[in-house]
């Protein structure tokens, strides 16, 4: 918002242009003035709400100047309605509140009862009592109303701050003065709010929490005897609050609502605004989208700060310290949000990741989740974190300092390890070959005999220690009924950082659904593998393929197939064995031919030995010219 654009409306004498013309002088005019004034432009000052640019509009409400009055009208932010005695006040329920309903303007309209100084008018608490309530009653769009003179210069300016006020802080989407009380939506921003400032979430504002939201908010302190003010104020109208442990939800939206029925509604708005609140009272934007890019080749990842915000959330809100979140305790973590994201609810979750053995997410699994969310769909953590309210470490840094990007692994069969901690899987196999099994062990389920066919894709995550101790997420997924289509995708290859393929050793049709697979989508020797027996505990039969499996890996110059069934111990080795290639992948490429050697470093050492040998010719044959 850069301009408030006031129309002054009302019956002709009511002093419409004197109020503009007391306003720009700064006192009384008390020659005639003319009866239409000329459009004035206020520059903003410091006293102006959100420092904004006014224009002042005056109009004439003569039949024949109608046009130009319904033209006005519908260009301006705020209406000003002036009356001045009982014909001009009735004037306003009968005409001029009408009238401003028919044109299907939704603006805000400021009541003003000009000439208070004329003898025989009553005192403003009988005003406001006989005339302004109930008007404001009948039109709900009335966002205030005032008592003013031109003559003694009474109120000129707070009126036109009424009307700037009504711009930039509108009561109407805050608070309900037929019902008399706060409107849903804010009551829920409001309830959000409470949320990132109950920082222990004890559900009270303490001492400490009310000066931070103080200073957050305000930008100065909170005192002692402030907030002491601030509690009397809640204990009058909510006796049986207990405000000894601080104030909880409901003495904080009494606060607020005490704000809307006093005419302070501007501190809501600076309140909502400063948690990035708009006008409808929606979170920005901006704030809950900021510009966020993942190169192509790259992915997202939380970063420290990301991790450690997490980490907090989970153990704050597990408030049985079982290190489990439960329903209940979940519920109340997401309370600020729209709820669980949409792919967490499509995905079935928690069973995505690890839980513990009365079925909740444990710190390990929440932490594998968001870390898979932000793999995949890095824009949806973001959102999360701003509903969430985390702080990046430095406050000028963006609400993306959680999140960082990898470097590209474009080159994928260059030796070395990629810099990833979260990690990609296809599971590729033949039907009932045991795909579902093996992401159940990958959770540390228990094995279930009982063959469910898998149709739309299922996706794990956990966390994997490699050699050496590193610790990297890898997510594993089967794809179902999707398989074709995801391998056609060369977007979706392009995020996966290897493929497994299985096959059930004890059945001899198993291994040619892979054969078959990599013979249709040639290009996914473009991507590393492992190749994986499973159900390693049953009898092994032959395939009936032109290779057996050992033979067909050998033809690749690949390692020879892992034997592993989900019913042993050592299963987590196949795990392992995995985040290991995708962490590495040179070494998991099928290759059609011996790789020649690198002789790299031999011709940089030859390169090296011949200019030192050139420089040694030089300094030899300058001494002996010098000699």
């Given at each position: 918002?850069?301009?408030?654009?006031?129309?002054?409306?009302?019956?002709?004498?009511?002093?419409?242009?004197?109020?503009?013309?007391?306003?720009?002088?700064?006192?009384?005019?008390?020659?005639?003035?003319?009866?239409?004034?000329?459009?004035?432009?206020?520059?903003?000052?410091?006293?102006?709400?959100?420092?904004?640019?006014?224009?002042?509009?005056?109009?004439?409400?003569?039949?024949?100047?109608?046009?130009?009055?319904?033209?006005?009208?519908?260009?301006?932010?705020?209406?000003?309605?002036?009356?001045?005695?009982?014909?001009?006040?009735?004037?306003?329920?009968?005409?001029?509140?009408?009238?401003?309903?028919?044109?299907?303007?939704?603006?805000?309209?400021?009541?003003?009862?000009?000439?208070?100084?004329?003898?025989?008018?009553?005192?403003?608490?009988?005003?406001?009592?006989?005339?302004?309530?109930?008007?404001?009653?009948?039109?709900?769009?009335?966002?205030?109303?005032?008592?003013?003179?031109?003559?003694?210069?009474?109120?000129?300016?707070?009126?036109?701050?009424?009307?700037?006020?009504?711009?930039?802080?509108?009561?109407?989407?805050?608070?309900?003065?037929?019902?008399?009380?706060?409107?849903?939506?804010?009551?829920?921003?409001?309830?959000?709010?409470?949320?990132?400032?109950?920082?222990?979430?004890?559900?009270?504002?303490?001492?400490?929490?009310?000066?931070?939201?103080?200073?957050?908010?305000?930008?100065?302190?909170?005192?002692?005897?402030?907030?002491?003010?601030?509690?009397?104020?809640?204990?009058?109208?909510?006796?049986?609050?207990?405000?000894?442990?601080?104030?909880?939800?409901?003495?904080?939206?009494?606060?607020?609502?005490?704000?809307?029925?006093?005419?302070?509604?501007?501190?809501?708005?600076?309140?909502?605004?400063?948690?990035?609140?708009?006008?409808?009272?929606?979170?920005?934007?901006?704030?809950?989208?900021?510009?966020?890019?993942?190169?192509?080749?790259?992915?997202?990842?939380?970063?420290?700060?990301?991790?450690?915000?997490?980490?907090?959330?989970?153990?704050?809100?597990?408030?049985?310290?079982?290190?489990?979140?439960?329903?209940?305790?979940?519920?109340?973590?997401?309370?600020?949000?729209?709820?669980?994201?949409?792919?967490?609810?499509?995905?079935?979750?928690?069973?995505?990741?690890?839980?513990?053995?009365?079925?909740?997410?444990?710190?390990?699994?929440?932490?594998?989740?968001?870390?898979?969310?932000?793999?995949?769909?890095?824009?949806?953590?973001?959102?999360?974190?701003?509903?969430?309210?985390?702080?990046?470490?430095?406050?000028?840094?963006?609400?993306?300092?959680?999140?960082?990007?990898?470097?590209?692994?474009?080159?994928?069969?260059?030796?070395?390890?990629?810099?990833?901690?979260?990690?990609?899987?296809?599971?590729?196999?033949?039907?009932?070959?045991?795909?579902?099994?093996?992401?159940?062990?990958?959770?540390?389920?228990?094995?279930?005999?009982?063959?469910?066919?898998?149709?739309?894709?299922?996706?794990?995550?956990?966390?994997?220690?490699?050699?050496?101790?590193?610790?990297?997420?890898?997510?594993?997924?089967?794809?179902?009924?999707?398989?074709?289509?995801?391998?056609?995708?060369?977007?979706?290859?392009?995020?996966?950082?290897?493929?497994?393929?299985?096959?059930?050793?004890?059945?001899?049709?198993?291994?040619?659904?892979?054969?078959?697979?990599?013979?249709?989508?040639?290009?996914?020797?473009?991507?590393?593998?492992?190749?994986?027996?499973?159900?390693?505990?049953?009898?092994?039969?032959?395939?009936?393929?032109?290779?057996?499996?050992?033979?067909?890996?050998?033809?690749l110059n690949m390692s020879t197939p892992l034997h592993v069934s989900v019913t042993w111990n050592s299963i987590a080795e196949l795990f392992v064995a995995l985040a290991e290639a995708a962490t590495n992948p040179s070494t998991a490429f099928p290759k059609s031919e011996e790789e020649s050697p690198d002789r790299s470093g031999l011709y940089l050492a030859l390169g090296a030995t011949a200019c030192a040998v050139v420089a040694a010719a030089m300094i030899w044959r300058r001494s002996t010219n010098s000699a």
């Amino acid at each position: 918002m850069t301009t408030v654009r006031i129309c002054v409306c009302g019956d002709e004498g009511t002093g419409k242009s004197s109020l503009i013309a007391s306003l720009v002088k700064d006192q009384f005019i008390n020659n005639k003035i003319q009866s239409v004034l000329p459009q004035i432009t206020i520059p903003p000052s410091i006293g102006t709400p959100e420092n904004v640019t006014t224009t002042v509009v005056d109009t004439s409400a003569r039949p024949q100047d109608r046009t130009t009055l319904r033209k006005e009208i519908r260009k301006c932010n705020v209406i000003l309605l002036i009356y001045s005695d009982h014909y001009s006040y009735e004037r306003v329920a009968l005409f001029w509140m009408p009238y401003f309903r028919s044109l299907g303007v939704n603006v805000p309209v400021v009541l003003c009862a000009n000439k208070s100084d004329l003898a025989g008018q009553a005192n403003t608490p009988q005003v406001v009592e006989e005339e302004l309530l109930p008007v404001m009653a009948e039109f709900r769009e009335i966002d205030s109303c005032i008592r003013t003179s031109a003559r003694e210069h009474r109120n000129i300016n707070e009126v036109f701050f009424l009307c700037q006020k009504a711009v930039t802080h509108p009561i109407a989407p805050l608070f309900d003065y037929k019902e008399g009380k706060l409107k849903p939506a804010c009551v829920a921003a409001l309830k959000r709010i409470f949320f990132l400032c109950d920082k222990d979430q004890d559900g009270y504002l303490n001492t400490e929490e009310m000066r931070e939201f103080q200073l957050k908010c305000f930008n100065k302190p909170l005192t002692d005897d402030d907030l002491e003010n601030i509690k009397l104020s809640i204990a009058k109208s909510l006796p049986e609050v207990n405000l000894e442990p601080g104030i909880d939800l409901q003495g904080f939206l009494q606060l607020n609502k005490l704000y809307a029925e006093k005419g302070r509604h501007e501190t809501i708005w600076i309140i909502l605004r400063e948690y990035h609140y708009t006008d409808s009272l929606s979170l920005e934007d901006k704030f809950l989208h900021p510009k966020f890019e993942v190169p192509e080749f790259s992915s997202a990842e939380l970063s420290p700060a990301g991790y450690r915000f997490f980490v907090d959330l989970f153990l704050l809100f597990d408030k049985d310290n079982d290190g489990g979140l439960n329903d209940e305790e979940l519920e109340a973590l997401f309370a600020p949000t729209p709820g669980l994201p949409t792919s967490w609810v499509d995905s079935s979750f928690p069973s995505t990741t690890v839980r513990n053995e009365a079925g909740h997410i444990t710190l390990q699994g929440w932490l594998a989740q968001w870390s898979m969310t932000t793999f995949l769909e890095p824009h949806t953590t973001i959102s999360y974190l701003a509903y969430l309210g985390f702080e990046p470490p430095n406050p000028r840094d963006s609400i993306t300092a959680a999140l960082k990007i990898t470097k590209s692994r474009k080159r994928r069969r260059r030796p070395g390890r990629v810099e990833r901690n979260v990690v990609l899987c296809y599971l590729i196999g033949a039907p009932a070959a045991g795909k579902s099994s093996l992401l159940d062990a990958f959770l540390n389920r228990p094995f279930d005999g009982l063959y469910r066919p898998t149709i739309k894709p299922r996706r794990t995550v956990n966390s994997v220690e490699l050699p050496g101790g590193k610790q990297v997420y890898m997510i594993f997924e089967e794809l179902g009924e999707l398989e074709p289509a995801i391998l056609e995708n060369s977007s979706k290859l392009d995020a996966c950082d290897l493929v497994c393929y299985a096959y059930d050793s004890s059945d001899p049709d198993s291994f040619s659904h892979i054969v078959d697979m990599r013979k249709k989508y040639p290009h996914l020797d473009e991507l590393p593998s492992v190749y994986t027996a499973l159900k390693a505990d049953k009898d092994k039969t032959t395939q009936r393929s032109e290779l057996q499996p050992d033979q067909y890996t050998a033809a690749l110059n690949m390692s020879t197939p892992l034997h592993v069934s989900v019913t042993w111990n050592s299963i987590a080795e196949l795990f392992v064995a995995l985040a290991e290639a995708a962490t590495n992948p040179s070494t998991a490429f099928p290759k059609s031919e011996e790789e020649s050697p690198d002789r790299s470093g031999l011709y940089l050492a030859l390169g090296a030995t011949a200019c030192a040998v050139v420089a040694a010719a030089m300094i030899w044959r300058r001494s002996t010219n010098s000699a």
